[in-house]
Each structure stands twice: as structure tokens, then as C-alpha cells.
């Protein structure tokens, strides 16, 4: 909840903000909220300490972003993300909930007459910050795993609707999010399917 409450003041600061800009430079700032699903697998560099997902069924996505175009094809998104995660450590089979928030910066290249018109392609960094870890005994486990991790994502969308667009991100984690001093460790492997909504073009 305390990382919901964040991203709902983060989100507040990001309306304020861009009200001010777009009020002199109309059509340059964008921004709204974001609702998707989490599709992720794990890419283990060992059988002998390994983690699987628990199922694959996918989790929900909740953020916020900011976008702006510097030509009629050309742009930057940022996005704010939080979502969860569960899976096994197969040795002890011993289910792990994660849940994470995802700062990304993704330049954009849209193939439409205009900037957020029609088909286009992201892609960039990202950083995933581990919030809280606990297992189903609800011990907190946080500090067995790497808090910060660095990854990269590319992707595609598509504005389907004059407030809407439908986007797609395939993530790699660089870095992994559970390591051994014996060199085995574990990374995140996610696809994102998403609803963005356009609220900048909504409330103008």
C-alpha cells in the first residue's frame, strides 16, 4: 500500500507539472497512467540453486508515465511500474513473493504523420528496486537478494484510440536479483502487455 501511495503522489506531481509545461508548448508533454500484465520467466545459471516461477500465469500492472517528443517521430517515455512476483527456490521448494517498482527511460520512434499517432517502437534502461521479499512463512527475505537491478527492454505499441495506446516490452535483467559467491546466480526474464492512457489529451 505505502508503494501504491507513492506512485499515486508521484503521478500527482507528474499532472502538475506537465499542466504548467503544456500550457506553453501544446502537444510536446504527455502523461497518464498505465494498466498491463507481467508474463516473466527466470534464466538460471545452474540446476543446483535455482528459482521457478510458480506458475505462469501473468501478474498485474499498475504505473504512471511521462512522455515528450522532440520531432513529430521522435520522443522519450518514462515509466513508473509496480507489480509482484511469485516463485520457488527449488531445492527447498519454498515459495517467494517480490514485489517491484520499474523506473525506465525508453526512446520512442513513432512511424505515425504525428507523434503518438499510429505504430511505433520503444526502448531503452530500466531499474527494478526489490520493495519487499517474504516466503509463505512470512519471514521477510529481502536481504538475500540484490535490491537494485539494472536491465534493458524493447518493445512496440500501437494507438488505437485517440486517449488510448496498447504496447508490448520484452525485459532483460543485466544484472541478476539472486547471486552466490560460487558464481550461480538467477535474472528476470518479463514480457508487459499494457493499456496506456492518455490523460494529458483527456483533461486538455
Not at 521457478?52 to 504512471?64: D, F, K, S, T, Y
Amino acid at each position: 500500500m505505502k508503494n501504491l501511495i507513492l506512485i499515486l503522489a508521484f503521478f500527482v506531481t507528474t499532472i502538475v507539472a506537465a499542466q504548467e509545461i503544456t500550457n506553453e508548448k501544446e502537444h510536446e508533454l504527455s502523461y497518464g497512467i498505465t494498466i498491463g500484465t507481467n508474463f516473466y520467466n527466470i534464466a538460471n545459471n545452474n540446476k543446483a540453486d535455482s528459482f521457478i516461477p510458480e506458475n505462469l500465469a501473468p501478474a498485474l500492472v499498475l504505473g504512471v508515465y511521462g512522455e515528450y517528443n522532440f520531432t513529430k517521430n521522435t520522443g522519450v517515455k518514462l515509466d513508473v511500474l509496480y507489480y509482484s512476483k511469485d516463485f520457488l527456490f527449488d531445492i527447498k521448494n519454498t515459495l517467494f513473493k517480490m514485489h517491484f517498482i520499474d523506473l525506465s527511460a525508453n526512446f520512442k520512434y513513432d512511424f505515425g504523420e504525428t507523434y503518438r499517432e499510429g505504430f511505433y517502437l520503444i526502448g531503452g534502461p530500466k531499474i527494478s528496486i526489490i520493495t519487499d521479499a517474504t516466503s509463505d512463512n512470512e519471514e521477510d527475505y529481502k536481504h538475500h537478494f540484490e535490491t537494485l537491478n539494472l536491465g534493458a527492454q524493447l518493445g512496440f505499441g500501437w494507438r488505437v484510440h485517440k486517449y488510448i495506446d496498447i504496447q508490448t516490452k520484452l525485459e532483460y535483467e543485466i544484472t541478476p536479483f539472486f547471486k552466490l559467491d560460487n558464481g550461480h546466480n538467477s535474472k528476470f526474464i518479463n514480457a508487459i502487455l499494457s493499456a496506456n492512457f492518455d490523460l494529458a489529451r483527456i483533461i486538455n
